[in-house]
């Protein structure tokens, strides 16, 4: 089960040769963490709140993903943005964040994500689009209410909602370096400095940290053990959705019955394989699965800097 309270509507605007095209998207941390888990075989509920003019065009869009979609209606607006690509780089031309849920909204989200939890492997609590949107306490209780009766519970957020989950313990959590420097858990983003703030969430309620660094290996604690994800260096093509994409690698092999060391190096392959593509949340499950025997949990500090271009990488999947 995803818990993507609140989609956005993706319009992007793009020329691959002389024609303009303009492409409308489902969007958002959940919806792209749905879509890679469906990518890499395992089924997958996304439960959501849509509302508006916006929430209207959504809810084809998303049904038209393959997951199995579970909605509440809002009476006020889902959001959007509107993003330009034409030049190569992406330019934001307008956004709208959607408006909070009310009290009634919220609680039957809430009822909607624990049904369909409780029927769940593992849970993904993704982050609201704004953090006003949707209060940090919802996380908490979702968290603890799942996290009780048997459901692994995956968080993928920040800030609020971070320290909301781990007051209720989750299974595993997934942050960045920028989020937890701009958060005030880590002072800057030393390795020794990041170490510790791994276990610290794993103290204050994680059980396992996955802790993405941008173009650096991200550190992973397990069973209390600090690791580097080392891995290939690929080309990146659009570095958004990355960190969205290993959060999903890592849901689909635990709900698959895997442990949490593949569940992590699949999660890693996914993540990097998705940055090579244009659309987040997407990836060959034949190119994720060859990239993850590339992928290992090493020692800090002796990763390797290896590169595979993405030629490289199809031939070796065609030849695997």
Same mark, same amino acid.
């Given at each position: 089960m995803v818990f993507a309270p609140d989609p956005q509507l993706t319009v992007t605007i793009d020329q691959p040769a002389d024609e303009t095209e303009i492409h409308l998207h489902p969007g958002g941390q959940g919806v792209w963490q749905a879509r890679m888990i469906k990518c890499l075989g395992t089924s997958v509920v996304l439960c959501a709140g849509l509302g508006g003019e916006i929430g209207q065009v959504l809810e084809p869009l998303l049904a038209g993903e393959g997951v199995d979609l579970r909605v509440?209606?809002?009476? @006020? @607006? @889902?959001? $959007?943005?509107?993003?330009?690509?034409?030049?190569g780089a992406r330019q934001e031309l307008a956004s709208v964040p959607g408006h909070p849920l009310t009290r009634h909204e919220l609680d039957e989200l809430y009822n909607l994500a624990l049904g369909e939890g409780l029927g769940a492997e593992v849970s993904i609590l993704s982050g609201p689009g704004h953090p006003n949107l949707v209060a940090p306490d919802i996380y908490r209780r979702l968290a603890a209410d799942l996290g009780r009766n048997g459901s692994r519970v995956i968080a993928d957020l920040s800030g609020a909602h971070l320290a909301a989950v781990l007051d209720s313990g989750v299974s595993v959590l997934k942050v960045s370096h920028e989020e937890l420097i701009r958060d005030g858990w880590a002072a800057d983003d030393s390795e020794a400095e990041l170490v510790r703030v791994a276990r610290a969430l794993h103290a204050n309620g994680a059980e396992s940290v996955v802790l993405s660094r941008a173009e650096s290996p991200a550190l992973v604690l397990i069973d209390g053990e600090v690791s580097e994800l080392d891995m290939p260096r690929l080309e990146v093509a659009d570095p958004r959705g990355a960190g969205d994409s290993m959060t999903a690698g890592v849901a689909a092999v635990?709900?698959?019955? $895997?442990? +949490?060391?593949?569940?992590?190096?699949?999660?890693?392959?996914?993540?990097?394989?998705? +940055?090579t593509r244009h659309g987040l949340g997407t990836g060959r499950p034949d190119a994720i699965a060859g990239l993850v025997d590339r992928v290992r949990l090493a020692p800090i500090g002796t990763c390797r800097q290896d590169r595979m271009t993405p030629d490289e990488l199809a031939h070796r999947t065609t030849n695997s």
């Open positions: 509440i209606h809002r009476e @006020s @607006s @889902s959001g $959007g943005y509107v993003h330009d690509r034409r030049n635990l709900a698959q019955g $895997g442990d +949490v060391r593949l569940a992590v190096r699949t999660g890693a392959a996914a993540g990097a394989l998705n +940055v």
